[in-house]
């Protein structure tokens, strides 16, 4: 096992290496020039020589003119800069904002906890709601309860996301008034303890309901799927002929089997969560990693792009890797195998 | 069995009648698997709804477009959001064969008729408090013999002179000026024309003087006092007005030194027999017909037909002219985008006395009294915020979503089976290393990445360049599938007999795997291409909903609904993203049954699941 997590995290570094490295060169096709922006204000009190001298050196300091290969080990903070000093995305660099004026890492410290506290509440809520949906309709395959589901989970992945948040938004927050309409707490308001955490709750329960409803039909659809294979093996009807309790049957020899799929989807949904809620935190207006990832864009903003890209990328790497180890847990035969 | 063979036409192999009861061995006999597969396929309801309703969606966007051009230049402040009406032209009960005037407004119209009662149609809401059906009391009882009506406000006179204002009035429209009110000293005035104009109105009394009062921010209220006493009519046109005098001559009577309007064609100096006004132009009709416009014409105003026989009277629109001819003719010119310049036959058939024009209306009163209409109607699904015909947007997105949900469908296939019978059938190296690339485009997190590469790429190229970027973006990012897809069936097929066979008789490798196995693994590739289209589609809209992908004015479903996600559109405005977000819900449903229906009919397993 040990052998086999050591090489899945090798080959996760490569990749990691060459993504933000792609990422990187992409963000240097933009045609921006960070030092002649630093040197615009003094361009009118200089004369033409001094402020071209000035320009120049602010270059070599920057070190823009050198390869990019180099700048980029500079960035991700594997080869020293022209100080000689190593300050780079390794050692908590992660640039500064043009757009909001301050470091990168002020910028999404508030955003990030946002995010992820959004995005593994709905998946929570999700799992529990889908895998025993899915694993009743498997069992109950073809009756109209089934049949019921069926429609309505591909109605549910067919229609996007932000779909479903308009026709939430009409229903709960405009017709029946049971939610706010968007934000993220009461404007004006100053709570504080558990009076702040309910009314954020109370902000975050429509957007994590459409999330959480969003999420149904394809996560229903796999997982009933996945235990209908696994029911139609061989060591099923083994152990029915040998009389085992139907519960343990489906508990234990099915979805034991049906869970390799399953946890497959679960980690590339919940990948898919994070980026889906790009749409969803603009929809409804909260300050998560999504609609800063769009204000940074719409401001040109790319340092901060570039650092909310590489978030984006972690996680789906860290999801992978999950993925490859879960693997490796539930199903022996993989590390057997590898 | 082979000598009670029948024959079939193509069409009753397609949809003929199969109740024959076969045993088993018959029908594995008769039926070839790709038979089998669309008889499966025609049997199941889904599947079959999906396809049809699919195609009837196909269909209207791919036709609709020659029925509802799209200009993409177009937009218009008088018909922002506008629910779906069609009642802008229908008059009421009360005023047929009965009309007094009617006056054409933006979305509604307003006419009184011979026994005094004002009538009001079309879509009257101005503000959330502000609905012009709510004509008030005092109008209800006085005996009305003329209106007119604005943009946003109706003026009405009554049979003793009082003039009544009502709708928009917080910028002055209400403030009659004192000029005008009735007095004890000189009894009620004698007022013989009004007319109404953006956030104004204007009213000429017998004696020849002519008063404007209103908003004047934005229009030249003003009159030069030469000219009053002599003032035989007026036109109002968005904010400027033109005086014809009792010497037959044009002026302009505002006290603006120069603009569209002042410089007025020297062959208006006398002889002027009516004049009109549309919302950028002013035209005269002089003794001997000529019909002169000048102004910003910029809907073909100037444009006038010639005719036969002499025009006598002139009535302005928004764009439009409508003249109404000495032999009882009516004709119309300029802008035609809601069908206002074209006078339909029924109204040349018959005599008519007066016409009504204004905005995108047209109402010609017969002798007999009937009233015949052209013009604008309504919007069937009506206006987005720029007064734009969601119907139009709507069938004109439908088909720039769906080309690039198929071509970037297409490029995803290419690329997809290509790399993966590559890495199927050679493996070793090649599979290794295309593997590793699927892997990392696959690992790549989607939708930020698209984002992205539109912001980066997409602000530095044309709208249209755009759009093809789009797509391109869309099919290099979700190849992975496929090719992993292609992969794996390539993997088992290529173990089988004939691809030993084929090999044992020298055929080239490239030709083996993408003649000899691709076919066998085609009906795969057909379910994942239906449900990589949906993806695709949706993928789009989400980039365009987020302003990232296809960019306004060019219309997508997805763009249609940017900007929808506050509560005043979702709630007030819900024309705006309902029907959108429902044509475009329904077609994705419907590809994915349809995909679901083919996943069932190509793979003989799944229906025993």
Known sequence: MAKYVLKRIGYLVVVFFIVSFLMYSLYNLIPSDPARAQLEEQKKSLKPEVYEQMYQDLRREMGLDDPLLLRYARWIGVAPDVNGEFNGLFEGNLGYSIFFKKNVIECIAEPIQTTIFINIFATILALGITIPLGIFCAVHKGSKFDNGVQVFTIIGYSIPVYIIALVFIFLFAVVWRIFPVSGMKTPGSNYTGLRAVVDQLYYFALPLIVMTFGSLGGMTRYVRASMIDALSMDHIRTARAKGVREKVVIYSHAWRNALLPVITLIISWFLGIFSGSVIIENTFNINGMGSLYIKALNNHDYELALAMQMFYTVVSLIGALITDLSYGLVDPRVRIDK | MANKKEKHSFLSRLFGNRNKIMDSMIEEQVQSPGRMMLSNFLHNKLGMTGLIVFLCIFLFVLIGPYFFPLDLGYSDNTQSNVPPTNNMMTLPDGLKNNVKAIAPGTTFGVGCDNDGNVYIWGYTKITDVIDLANIPDEVKEAHIVDVAAGYDHVTALDDEGNLYVWGNT???????????????????????????????????????????????????????????????????????????????????????????????????????????????????????????????????????????????????????????????????????????????????????????????????????????????????????DLGRDILTRIVNGGKTTMTVGAISVIIAIFIGVLLGGIAGYFGGKADMLIMRIAEIVGGLPFLPFALLLSAIIGTRVSVEMRMYLIMVVLGVLSWTGICRLIRAQILAEREKEFVVAAKAMGVREITIVFKHILPNVLSILLVEATLNFATCMLTESSLSYLGFGIAPPTPTWGNMLTGANNSVVIQQYWWRWVFPASIFGICTICINLMGDAIRDAVDPKSSER
């Open chain 2, 170 to 384: 917080r910028l002055g429209q209400d403030m009659v000026p004192s000029e005008l009110k009735p007095s004890r000293l000189s009894g009620p005035k004698n007022i013989v024309q009004i007319e109404a104009g953006y956030q104004f109105s204007g009213a000429l009394d017998d004696q020849g003087n002519v008063y404007f009062w209103g908003n004047g921010n934005m229009a030249d209220l003003d009159v030069k006092k030469d000219y009053q006493g002599h003032v035989k009519k007026f036109a109002i046109s968005t904010y400027n007005y033109c005086l014809l005098l009792d010497d037959g001559s044009v002026v302009y009577g505002g006290l603006q030194a120069s603009n569209a309007f002042t410089n007025i064609p020297a062959n208006l100096s006398s002889g002027v027999v009516d004049i009109a006004a549309s919302g950028d132009t002013m035209a005269a009709v002089s003794e001997d017909g000529t019909i002169t416009v000048w102004g910003n014409s910029t809907h073909g105003e100037t444009n006038v037909p010639q005719t036969e026989s002499k025009p006598v009277d002139i009535y302005g629109g928004r764009y439009h002219y409508t003249a109404l001819m000495e032999n009882g003719d009516v004709i119309s010119w300029g802008d035609n985008t809601h069908g206002q310049a074209s006078v339909p036959d029924s109204v040349n058939n018959g005599e008519i006395s007066t016409v009504f024009a204004g905005f995108y209306q047209n109402y010609a009163v017969t002798t007999d009294g009937d009233v015949k209409t052209w013009g604008l109607k309504g919007h069937a699904l009506g206006t987005d």
